[in-house]
């Protein structure tokens, strides 16, 4: 009985794990692929917090426009006191036991303006920090849509190469009852026996393939679980003819705004050099109490410092021919990235017309291999086409579906990179990235 009771307990156990479900693995679309990376991958975390750092280097400099306020204390033991009587009070003019404590302030009043340019350096540093997180926005979502595809054509790569696979069984199975009916050669079985292992090593390497595509997208998002993908649907074609694309990518080219802020800095550090020129003036005062009551115990003073520097080896004219050069450098870095990105249209928006012409094609050569295929498998079965012929058939349509498939995301690519040469990509993620946007 007892036995009996185990074995009933036992199989009702393994019927509840069966009958139990499986737990699905999500399913990421490509939105919530792009809105993982900005949340979660290092490279838009970094980026981050250049901008907080930024804006922590403009509280430093606004704090050199600000008086610079001190308290101090000193307690003193003298070994040898004095003080004499005057006026029948007693006078300490060294006391045994002595203390001061008072308050010193400095408040700068002029240095040429460089404290004005060095803040407004800051705040064109924290603007380019925000352009640098856009960009890096930008760039992480185009690297994790080109992940989403590779993960996506893997899979593909997978269903092709199963696919493959079981033609190839097919006609194998159709080659040995032929054989069996002496209809067809030992080397025909031995021929489909190869193929059938060339099919079951590609599906490996899909497979593979699959898992390193996965493997290599996760990074990105900073998840462990496992997760399929869908097929999102295909983005637009572009809008405008290619000369507008190409003023609109000058205008909104993220690059080039930052290039625009680094030679609003460079203009303002020439300035700021040359302030070097100029005297600084700054007001400086402090009051102080103490025990000594000779002359006074309470000693207070205003100054007005000035200071002009009349020579200092030529380091300030150094500075400002240093800072000329890279303003120079600068105006350079831009003109250059202006062909650079009039190239990138030029080249994204030819691509695109290719690759839409080669989808094209593809798409017909599948259809004929499709039939192609289908043909000559039914022929080889009636013993009216040879084995060779349903091989090559079967190879070519292998072949034409992956061209398609890599034709097909290849275009579809073609027209993410285009967005991100005008720098219209993922306006929405950027924006919600920025400081002060609402991360989704």
Known sequence: MIRHALIVGAAALVLAAAAAPVQAQPTLTLQDVQQLAVRNYEAVQLAKSSVEQARLLRKQAFSAVL??????????????????????RTIQVLPGNDYSFGFTFSQPIYAGFRE?????????NIEAAGVALGTTVQDTVLNVTRGYY????????????RRALDLAQATLRTSESLYRAGEAVETAVLRNRVAVSSAQRQLLDAENGLVLAREQLRIFLGIQDDFQVTRPPAPAPPAGALDELIQAG??????????????????????KRRGAYLPTVKADGSVIQRRASFPSNRIGSVAINATWNVFNGGRTGAEVASAEATLHETDLRRELLRKQTENEVRTAFLRIQA????????????????????????????????????????????RSERDLLEATFSYELAMYELQRAVGIFAADLVAAAAPGGQDR
Do not use: W
């Not at 610079?68 to 029948?88: D, M, P, Q, W």
């Not at 996506?152 to 997978?158: D, I, N, P």
């Not at 000058?250 to 300035?271: F, G, N, T, W, Y």
């Open 250 to 271: 000058l205008k909104q080219r993220s690059e080039l705004q930052a290039l625009d802020l680094q030679r609003r800095i460079a203009e303002l550090e020439i300035e």
């Open 150 to 161: 590779r993960v996506l054509g893997a899979r593909e790569f997978v269903t092709i190469s």
């Open 67 to 88: 008086p610079n306020v001190n308290v101090n204390g000193t307690y003193t033991r003298n070994l040898v006191s004095a003080e004499f009587e005057f006026g029948g």
């Open 116 to 124: 004005l340019k060095a803040l407004r350096q800051t705040d064109a």
């Open 355 to 398: 690759l839409r012409a080669n989808v094209d094609t593809l798409t017909q050569q599948v259809e004929v291999a499709r039939r192609n295929a289908d043909e000559t498998g039914r022929a080889y079965k009636v013993g009216e086409a040879t084995d060779l012929d349903v091989l090559s058939a079967n190879e070519l349509l292998v």
